[in-house]
């Protein structure tokens, strides 16, 4: 019954405050900077999370399979892999058709065997990768800042309590004063040990700022090595196919 009471007082008071003319608490200059801060940090890594993954794999079926980054025969092959299985094919049809294609069978063996190559250096880069900056993004997301958005709701629920009670306080006559003067301190200390619990809360969210540049760091040095060995195992196809 208390929670139901609960539940409708701060429904009024919302109701009121966007429509009517109920007070209500503003959050002071430097804890509203905070917040703001809060939001710009989860804008960024959304939107950065967002980027490295359509870069990794720009086909959104494909980037869902968590198979992708696993051997396997029946596993889903990266493009490279594909190039690979093409060349075999095709090799097979000209063995078929034109019994003096040993030369181009021949190059198109050697083309299946460093797509293949490539194939299995991009699975493992996506697997580097994911390891190194998408998992621990997203664990970040998932659990700091969906913990913070909880207890910003909590704040906000906590906030309506007590401006609810100041605002009641309005109407009463002199004899409810005490009880209601009570509760409202009560309200209002709980929305004080609330709000310092959020302002940690990003406090810590902003320390754990310079553990995302370290994983984009190490990104990209795992996008370096995979295009290095990717590099060199195309240039020595090319010499081979000279």
């Known amino acids: 019954m208390d929670m139901l009471k609960k539940t409708f007082d701060r429904a009024k008071q919302t109701v009121e405050e966007h429509f009517g003319d109920a007070a209500y608490t503003e959050y002071d200059a430097e804890f509203q900077a905070q917040l703001n801060r809060a939001d710009d940090i989860r804008t960024f890594v959304e939107k950065s999370l967002s980027a490295v993954e359509c870069y990794m794999q720009p086909d959104p079926a ?12 029946n596993k889903p092959e990266v493009i490279a892999a594909q190039m690979g299985q093409f060349a075999q094919s ?10 003096n294609a ?21 699975r493992q880069y996506l697997a580097a990768a994911t390891d190194s900056y998408v998992s ?8 700091a800042l969906k913990a913070l958005d909880k207890e910003r709701q909590e704040l906000k629920a906590r906030r309506l309590d007590m401006d609810s009670l100041k605002n009641k306080l309005k ?13 409202k301190d009560k309200a209002e200390q709980v929305f004080n040990e609330q709000k310092a619990k959020v302002s940690q ?4 969210v902003e320390s754990a700022l310079p553990e995302h540049l370290k994983q984009l760091r190490q990104l990209t040095e795992t996008q370096i090595s995979f295009m290095k060995k990717s590099q060199k195992a ?3 196809l090319s010499k081979k196919l000279a």
């Open 102 to 122: 040993n030369t181009l069978i021949g190059s198109l063996k050697q083309a299946e065997d460093t797509y293949v190559q490539l194939g299995k250096y991009e």
């Open 90 to 99: 095709v090799g097979g049809w000209v063995g078929k058709v034109n019994v």
């Open 234 to 236: 195309l240039e020595d």
């Open 62 to 73: 494909i980037r869902l399979l968590p198979e992708l980054t696993q051997e396997g025969q």
């Open 201 to 204: 809360m990003i406090s810590a």
């Open 171 to 183: 109407n009463k006559q002199p004899e409810q004063y005490p009880q209601l003067v009570a509760e």
């Open 136 to 143: 621990p993004v997203k664990r970040f997301l998932n659990e």
